[in-house]
């Protein structure tokens, strides 16, 4: 698939790779059936954004060739485009029969997907009823033919493409669209069931196909034949460089304009009418090379993430818990005073943070809060112990970043909410995303200001905690702290110019530092290498696409620096080649929680440097957005982040050899223990967790007993 003719695997290539990845997991009978349709639906969701952000920008390249362009210009996208087609279709192949067979499985489970033409008659009356009393309502059936300028196709819908005509010839065909109102009424419609140990389902269209009838029977038809299509539409957000125009007025803009965006793929079931389908690719102004993708019956798989729960066998996720050192006392502050705490996710709570800023908002010695907001929960606990603090007195700035893809609309409803409450909002600077997940809060105790807070790896949504592996420092450092100040001053003042981030003298910033200090800490490996001593690298990420960085990572490996990497999505990096003196090893683990901490290690002569961060090593983390990575400094912290990077480097169950042919083969070795590391990982964390409580338990019954004995 990929070429040494290249000295890196093309990004979207390998983005492909990646979402192989996930269909893997789709496929893996061990995988429990609820997540396996889990995983189709984030192999569908993950194709959508990929044809709406990366084919948009493919196209766009194409388009601009020879124009200067805020991008990072492949060389030759036509080409890439070409290959793009023909994995895609692969994909959707193997996407089919493994839909198939998960739906063999559901039989045996005695789960059944019907369509319009299987329902008995109770089921009948049902859909029929279900149609007159939640659908009728939400159905606008458009005559396409009659309409001189084509409707607006939203993206993230499905349509039904209807052809309407009569068994006895007598009237000529017409075409008509109906959009399926999912996102008012759901995917799925729960039918009467005629025996209590089985669970019939039906999809919302089936559900408009089998009412077809008192839709269009008004105009004369008696045979109605429908196939389900979607349209995926260019989904990036012009910014232009109108000085006179806000951000917010540029973004409100660049979403209606996102609306109308130009088609990059049509998905269609493949046993669709030929005229009709001519006459959309028509009418749509698609060509071959547009992304024409037939598929099976069934289109936007992303709704069955949310697939009823109607398994027999219920899946029990093991349940977060509250990190050892937090139980000794009530207060998350007090302990955070007294040393650093690093909380896993998903294995720890997401508690501790959001008690950390409950505690601030009422604590009459707290002066101000400071943090920032990328993307947040549906019904943020942040944003509520924000506002309480504000109403509590207290100076609180919250830097929303806007432009955090998809999440635009949302993110300008929680910038006014908070701006009402009284709460500053920073809103963002030209050309250059806030990516860093960073918190201070001052307090003053007896004329003394002390400041503490947290630096993460991960976005501060406690939803998402749940299902994303990330690290969050809680810290009262003076050196840290002081940075993240200084970070802070920067977010408020960056029209001053880069002097703030250039101060930093602990923390490693990005968009002014961090490529340079990564640079730095690989050419130290490689001269200690070069001088015969043992030199190392271990680097965990979600995406590894900065050539410059890989090409460094080249000379590593061809001094015989050892190096280790986990790179979950995106991996541009060749890590077989001859010239190499240690063979790189780089593994991708695809699993139940989404692996999303970065995290970097240096042997560093055996001084070890430890990092967690917030920056993939790509050109838009490194030189398009403020990130931020920090040093593990604690003895403890530092060997447990060090564990739990062994663990995952040892897992032989869901990690895959990212290779140069990316054949995403899974690492697997016969002789050897299987271990799985998210489940090793939680066992390890939580036996401590458990190693902890006893010695609390202890030391409060010595304690007891003391007092018993005085008394």
Not at 71 to 96: G, T, W, Y
Not at 128 to 148: A, C, G, R, T, W
Not at 631 to 638: A, H, M, Q, S, T
Not at 687 to 706: G, M, P
């Amino acid at each position: 698939m990929a070429s040494m003719k290249r000295r890196t695997i093309a990004r979207d290539i390998s983005w492909l790779s990646f979402n192989a990845r996930v269909l893997q997991e789709a496929a893996d009978p061990s995988v429990p059936l609820r997540e396996r349709i889990k995983f189709l639906g984030i192999f569908s969701n993950n194709m959508d954004e990929f044809f709406r952000v990366r084919v948009a920008t493919l196209n766009r390249m194409i388009e601009f060739s020879g124009k200067k362009m805020n991008m990072h210009m492949e060389l030759a996208p036509d080409k890439i485009l070409d290959q793009i087609q023909s994995i895609v279709l692969q994909q959707q192949e193997q996407f089919n029969e493994i839909w198939e067979q998960i739906r063999n499985e559901l039989e045996k489970e005695k789960i059944f997907l019907l369509t319009e033409k299987q329902l008995n008659k109770d089921q009948q009356k049902f859909v029929q009823n279900y149609f007159e009393e939640e659908v009728h309502s939400n159905i606008i059936p458009l005559m396409i033919e009659s309409i001189p300028q084509f409707p607006y196709l939203r993206d993230k819908s499905i349509y039904l493409g209807v052809v309407l005509s009569r068994r006895d010839g007598a009237m000529k065909r017409k075409y008509a669209l109906i959009e399926i109102p999912s996102r008012v009424l759901g995917r799925f419609v729960l039918l009467p069931s005629p025996n209590p140990e089985e669970n019939y389902i039906i999809l919302l269209e089936d559900v408009v196909r089998y009412n077809m009838r008192s839709i269009f029977s008004y105009f004369g038809y008696d045979k109605y034949q429908s196939w389900v299509f979607k349209v995926t539409k260019d989904a990036e957000i012009d910014i232009d460089n109108d000085v006179s125009t806000t951000l917010i007025q540029k973004i409100e803009k660049g979403l209606k304009n996102r609306r109308k965006g130009r088609p990059v793929r049509f998905v269609y079931d493949k046993e669709i009418d030929e005229g009709l389908l001519q006459y959309l690719i028509k009418r749509l102004n698609l060509v071959k090379k547009g992304n024409l993708i037939p598929g099976g019956r069934i289109h936007n798989f992303r709704h069955f993430m949310e697939f009823p729960d109607v398994f027999p066998k219920k899946g029990q996720r093991k349940k977060p818990f509250i990190h050892p050192l937090l139980l000794k006392s009530p207060r998350v502050t007090d302990i955070v005073l007294e040393q650093d705490i690093m909380l896993h996710f998903p294995y720890h709570s997401f508690n501790p943070v959001i008690d950390l800023l409950r505690e601030a908002a009422i604590d009459p010695n707290v002066i101000s809060i400071k943090i920032t907001c990328y993307r947040l929960a549906p019904n943020s606990k942040v944003i509520n112990a924000l506002i309480n603090a504000v109403r509590n007195g207290k100076s609180v700035t919250a830097m929303v970043e806007l432009r955090a893809r998809f999440e635009e609309e949302i993110n300008l409803e929680w910038k006014d909410r908070l701006e009402e409450e009284g709460v500053k909002v920073i809103i963002g600077i030209p050309n250059t995303k806030v990516h860093a997940k960073l918190c201070l809060i001052k307090k003053r105790i007896n004329n003394r200001t002390i400041h503490y807070g947290f630096v993460s790896t991960g976005n501060l949504n406690e939803k998402t905690a749940r299902l994303y592996g990330d690290h969050c420092l809680l810290t009262s450092n003076r050196n840290i702290m002081a940075d993240v100040n200084r970070l802070f001053n920067y977010l408020e003042k960056w029209k001053d110019g880069h002097s703030n981030l250039k101060a930093c003298k602990t923390l490693i910033p990005c968009p002014t530092t961090l490529r340079k200090e990564l640079l730095k800490m690989i050419n130290k490996e490689i001269k200690i290498a070069k001088d015969k001593k043992p030199a190392s690298i271990i680097l965990k990420m979600n995406s590894l696409s900065d050539e410059e960085l890989i090409f460094k990572l080249y000379d590593a490996a061809r001094a015989g620096v050892e190096i280790k990497l986990i790179v979950r999505g995106i991996f541009c990096m060749f890590t077989k080649n001859k010239k190499f003196i240690k063979p790189v090893t780089a593994i991708s683990i695809i699993d139940e929680y989404l692996e999303h901490a970065r995290v970097f290690i240096f042997r560093n002569e055996g001084k070890e440097k430890v990092y967690i961060s917030s920056a993939d090593w790509m050109v838009r983390n490194l030189d398009h957005r403020v990130e931020v990575t920090c040093p593990v400094l604690d003895e403890n912290i530092r060997s447990e982040l060090k564990a739990i990077l062994d663990i995952q480097l040892s897992d032989n169950v869901k990690a895959r050899w990212l290779d140069n042919e990316l054949n995403n083969e899974y690492k697997r070795e016969q002789a050897k223990k299987k271990i799985r590391s998210q489940i090793e990982i939680y066992n390890y964390l939580n036996q401590k967790n458990i190693k902890s409580a006893e010695t609390i338990r202890l030391s409060l019954s010595d304690f007891n007993s003391e007092m018993a004995s005085v008394i």
